[in-house]
């Protein structure tokens, strides 16, 4: 699976959008964009996934480039509940026992009052 | 959605003694299921993926012997930490993907001190 680089932290006022890069210049033709988020002591929380085209669901947007070198994840109105880390996984779309998925160190999302 | 249930959420037990930790599917069939292990300001760890009916697999560096891993029906698997040690503290989470599933389920994880 291709490796992805995130900024280790971001700030975003409460009530903006808050947008979350992530770098996957190695990403092979048919592998996906996953983003998941992690609440202080909670487990991980699926969000989003997409392989070329756009795609919005209730909790985000997710923007990938025309090269799929990269991609961001938009936060239309970020809350206080939103503060978490947030993971950006590139993969193949196995399922069963591949599924298995390799985490990175994410980014800090602040969402300030 | 999906919800995977995770049993206790904080355990404390004494070096040398087993922790049982249990992880149910609510409302799906987990034909897979995954144990991670997160340290403090860290990022989660796989540890070991198991199959219903099967042996897990476990990732490089895990003992087998010391983190027993059964997964007997489509919607409980459990993980023992067999002969706790203080190193064991750990956060631990279980994660399940049901036949056809593009994204995967976690537990709310599960807090092990060992003193």
């Known amino acids: 699976d291709a490796k992805t680089t995130q900024p280790p932290s971001m700030d975003c006022a409460e009530g903006r959008a808050a947008n979350l890069p992530c770098n996957h210049s190695t990403i092979s033709g048919n592998e996906y964009v996953y983003w998941y988020r992690q609440i202080h002591s909670q487990g991980p929380q699926y969000i989003i996934h997409?392989?070329?085209n756009n795609e919005t669901n209730e909790m985000a947007s997710l923007i990938i480039t025309e090269d799929r070198k990269s991609s961001t994840l938009i936060l239309p109105h970020a809350t206080l509940r939103d503060t978490a880390v947030y993971y950006c996984?590139?993969?193949?779309?196995?399922?069963?026992?591949?599924?298995?998925?390799?985490f990175g160190k994410g980014t800090l999302l602040t969402v300030n009052p | 959605g999906a919800v995977v249930s995770q049993h206790p959420s904080r355990v404390i037990c004494k070096s040398g003694t087993s922790v049982k930790i249990e992880c149910r599917s609510l409302?799906?069939?987990?034909?897979?299921m995954f144990w991670y292990r997160q340290f403090p300001k860290q990022s989660l760890m796989l540890m070991a993926t198991s199959n219903e009916g099967s042996k897990a697999t476990y990732e490089q560096g895990v003992e087998k012997d010391k983190f027993l891993i059964n997964h007997a029906s489509l919607t409980l698997s459990t993980l023992t930490v067999t002969s706790a040690h203080p190193e064991d503290s750990s956060f631990y989470i279980c994660s399940a993907t049901g036949t056809g599933d593009m994204s995967l389920h976690f537990g709310n994880g599960t807090r092990l001190t060992v003193t």
């Open positions: 409302d799906f069939q987990a034909t897979t």
């Open positions: 996984i590139v993969r193949y779309p196995h399922r069963g026992s591949n599924y298995k998925l390799t």
């Open positions: 997409g392989l070329k």
